[in-house]
Every structure is written in C-alpha cells, then in structure tokens.
C-alpha cells in the first residue's frame, strides 16, 4: 500500500472502519481494581494488559478503564487485515502507563512493545516516566520490532523518556518515544503512527520517533513532536538493523501534516551540551530523512529545531534518494530550513529528490550565513521549485553550499552537480534581485554570487528559469516565532499567485498546506499555500 495524497488517508480509514464493524468480536476490560483470574468483562475485569495481550483474538477490542498503571506489556497476540484487535482507552477515561522508579532492562525495551506481531492497534494512552541513565538500557515508550503488518498507533501521548546519561559524546546512550525497527526479513508493512503528541524526551543519540531498516509503505501524519533534545522524525537506512543490506532502509511512505517544534541537540550530552544549561552542537532536525528512500514529506509544520528538513545519509556507502519535499511551512529554524547531503566526506549521497512548493521562512535564527536552503556533501540532481525563500535581512543568504570539513579534500568539497533551481521566489527585507546571496564551494573555495544575474550565470543551480524576487504578501505580512500558520497564506495581489511552474503535473486530488485544492486559477502558486 502506497498513500499518494491525505485524501487517501480518509478513504482507507473509513474502509478500515467498515471492515472492522463487520466482524463478530468480543470487548474485553483492564481495570486496576480487577484481576487476571477474572473473566474480562466489564462486571468483573482483568488488572493487566498483559494479560488482555496474551489472548484477545482478531477483531477483538480491549478496553482499559481510567487510572495510572505500572506495568510494561508485550503484545502477543496477531488480529487479521479485516479483524484488528484493538487496544484503547475506555470512553475517553484516561489511562495513563507510568513506570516512575521501574529500571528498563537491559538494550532496547518498551512499555508496550508489538514484536513480529500484526494487525495490532494501539490507541488512546499516556505512556511516561520511562528513565535511565544507563547507557545500557534504551528506554521507549512504544516499540515495534521484527516483522509486522498493519500495526497502527493512533493518538497516544508520550513524554518523559528519557536517557539521562552525562557523559559527554557518548553516541551509545539512547532513548526514543516511538521506535520502529525492522530487523526480520519480512517487512514492518503498512505501518501508521497518526495523532500522537510526542514531547519532552531526553533521546541521547536517538530519536523521538525512528523507522529503521526493514520498514514498508509506512505513513506518519498529524503528529505533534516538541521539545525533545534530539530528532524529531527520523527514516533511516544502512545502519545495520537488518541483516540483509538489500533490506535496511525505510521506504515508500509519507511523513504528512505533522507539526515539530523545539527539536534541539544544544541540550544533550551526547553532542556536548548539559541538560539544564546548553552549550552543545546545533544539530537536530524537526523530521530527516537519513538513508531512506521513496519518501514523501508534505503539509508539515516545522519550527524552533536546529535545521527544518534534512535529507542525508550518514553511511559512505548508501544514499538518501527519491524524496519529495512539498507543501511544507519550514519556519524560525535555528540554522537552514531544509538541508541537504552529509555532514561530513564520509556520508553517503543526497540524489534524485523534489524539493517544491514549500514556504521556507525566516530560518537562520542562530546563524544568519546558514541559508534559507543548505548543501553539504555530495549533494547531486536535486529539483528545487516553486518554493518561498524569505531570508534574513542581515544577510541575505538565500542558497548555502556548507561542505563543514576540515579534513575534506577541494574535490569532495565541491557542490554536487545536476542541481537545478526553477521558479522560486526569493525575498529578504532590503533584498533586490541585484543583492542576494548565494554561497558555494567551488574551484576550491568558497564564493558568493552576489545577485540573481551571477547565481544564474554560475550554473551551480541550473537556469533559474521563471524566478522572482519580491516580498511574497502573506496575510499576516512578516509572521513572527510561532504565529498562526494561517498568517502564510497568500495575500490578494501576491506576486506568488499563478507564478509557479507552468510545466508542473498537479494532480486533481492534490492538496496545498491547508488541505485546499493545489491547483486554483490554471496555474499553481509559488509556496506552500494556494490562493483561493
């Protein structure tokens, strides 16, 4: 199953609703004042999940009544495609999984973990106080691991997992919210982690929701990822986690219309900083793509992180490829807003991805040089197109070609080729098409090209055919840190309207920022939002 549009996602959860009332089904109960002896029911209810795990059968609903558990669970049971088994809270009741004081065992553990199990549906929890600070013990809230299919994690809240260990630089102490790891040589297929709040977490050298390895036709969407001390979405490739190099990458699914906020490194350990007072290396992004492939992010709110979007690959021998970026807000970020390629001579490729009609503001907070839109290492045959490029107007730096290394050679450095930029629109207050920037490394060293005219003329970024330079007249003229996203709308005469490409294929079904029809008047929009 491969969602092309948010559209989709409608349809296949109201089908996914008729399927499930067709089946003939038992509802069972958890209450704290129950017991495992008992029956299940409602009159007489279990005390554990656990117990609901080892035996509810496909198409059943388990129902936990409100209160605060200490317990961790491990799913054992496997519903069907047409008969889920369903694990939620009660009426609303909340139900909260609290292991305040409860050690995790040793490696990767969970409050409730899905191992090689399918069909499962977790639903409706607060999963919290989930703490170590041994390096030996990876605490998650949620993990699923193995083989799986059709396993959904439907608006849960999670905070306070947390890795506590001090010691600085110490990439093997971890922590994640949501941990996804296909290790088996069947898939983690048809995976969907949808309106969870995911915040305050302490991750180490992890992340606070992580698809890694052998993982399918994913989709992760309206979300709310803030406040953790590492990255906040994360599809990962070629580390390891699965045995078959063929099979260790993330792939085919959509990260859409989640909202990252305050995903911030300069606060863990693991990069050089303390918990309380800061001081590390800005280098979390609010969602990354890190060797994954044929991935779509869309509709995406992200501001407040170290770097907006991030497609690279941290392993010389792989890439990141086949992403489309499109329709996102990427705002008020520490450094770039969308970058892409490795961080150092020894990452693998950035090639072959979309970058279109996104509205790229205001990042740079912390370093106006970083660039609306950054390059690293061998970052090569990249699109760029009909997005909003609003830079600081201290600076101007619209495009920023940052190869960071001091043990690099000139050729390894040099901007990747085959990148082409088409119909944006850039702006900065103060900025004509005669002084913005755009900063590279070629020829052996570092030039700005000072101007449309000179970027154009450079070929660094293809023909920049169609491309203007003008305020782009938002609603709410020049949004502040966390304004409403409905000040980026366009205003009526923006010089953004009808501009966009005009070879561009829209699709009927296809949607801008807010959901609203993308292609309005005959010609679609410059930026994230279409003028209706």
């Not at 495992?36 to 059943?60: C, E, F, I, M, S």
């Not at 609290?98 to 999963?127: E, H």
């Not at 995406?300 to 497609?311: A, F, P, Q, S």
């Not at 807010?514 to 279409?530: H, P, T, Y």
């Amino acid at each position: 199953m491969v969602i092309t549009s948010r559209r989709e996602i409608i349809v296949l959860s109201i089908l996914g609703l008729v399927a499930s009332t067709a089946v003939q089904a038992s509802t069972y109960f958890v209450s704290l004042s129950g017991k495992d002896t008992n029956p299940g029911t409602l009159a007489a209810p279990w005390q554990t999940l656990q117990r609901a795990a080892n035996v509810a059968k496909p198409g059943d609903q388990v129902q936990v009544r409100g209160g605060t558990y200490k317990q961790r669970t491990v799913i054992q049971v496997n519903g069907t495609a047409s008969a889920p088994i369903v694990f939620t809270n009660c009426n609303g009741e909340q139900v909260i999984y609290d292991l305040t004081g409860v050690a995790p065992v040793a490696n990767l553990s969970a409050i409730i973990r899905v191992s090689n199990r399918s069909y499962v549906t977790i639903k409706g929890f607060t999963l919290r106080n989930y703490k170590t600070a041994d390096a030996r013990q990876v605490p998650a809230a949620i993990l699923i691991d193995g083989a799986c299919k059709g396993v959904k994690i439907v608006g849960n809240v999670i905070s306070a997992i947390e890795q506590n260990n001090a010691t600085p630089y110490n990439f093997n102490a971890n922590a994640h919210g949501i941990a996804v790891y296909g290790t088996a040589a069947g898939a983690i297929d048809g995976l969907e982690i949808t309106d969870n709040s995911v915040s305050n977490l302490r991750l180490g050298a992890s992340e606070a929701i992580a698809l890694n390895g052998n993982v399918t036709n994913f989709l992760v969407a309206r979300n709310l990822v803030q406040n953790c001390n590492n990255i906040g979405i994360d599809v990962i490739g070629f580390e390891g986690t699965n045995g078959n190099a063929s099979l260790d990458r993330a792939r085919n699914g959509r990260i859409t219309g989640n909202t990252v906020i305050s995903i911030d490194s300069s606060r863990n350990p693991a990069y050089g900083g303390n918990f309380t007072t800061g001081g590390g290396g800005y280098a979390a992004a609010g969602i990354y793509v890190d060797g994954g492939t044929n991935v779509v992010i869309d509709g995406n709110d992200v501001y407040g992180c170290n770097l907006g979007i991030e497609l690279g690959c941290e392993h010389l021998k792989g890439k990141t490829d086949n992403v489309v970026v499109s329709d996102n807000l990427v705002r008020h970020n520490y450094l770039a807003g969308i970058s892409l390629g490795g961080y150092d001579e020894q990452s693998g490729a950035t090639e072959n991805c979309t970058v279109v009609n996104n509205t790229i503001y205001q990042n740079g907070v912390r370093d106006h040089s970083a660039g609306q839109i950054q390059f690293q290492f061998y970052a090569r045959k990249n699109i760029f197109l009909n997005n909003i490029l609003w830079a600081s107007s201290a600076e101007k730096m619209m495009v920023v070609h940052n190869p960071d290394s001091t043990s690099a050679s000139k050729a390894q450095k040099e901007i990747g080729a085959g990148n082409i930029f088409s119909y944006n629109l850039y702006y900065a207050s103060g900025a004509t098409s005669s002084n913005c920037v755009f900063r590279v490394f070629t020829a052996g060293s570092f030039k700005n090209y000072v101007g449309l005219t000179a970027w154009r003329n450079s070929g660094k970024g293809g023909v920049e055919l169609g491309t203007l330079v003008a305020n782009p007249k938002f609603s709410g003229s020049a949004p502040n840190y966390g304004a409403a996203r409905t000040l980026f709308k366009l205003a009526s005469g923006s010089p953004a309207i009808n501009k966009g490409s005009p070879t561009l294929g829209v699709g009927s079904s296809e949607v801008d920022l807010f959901e609203l029809k993308r292609l309005v008047g005959g010609r679609i929009d410059i930026g994230a939002c279409e003028s209706q």
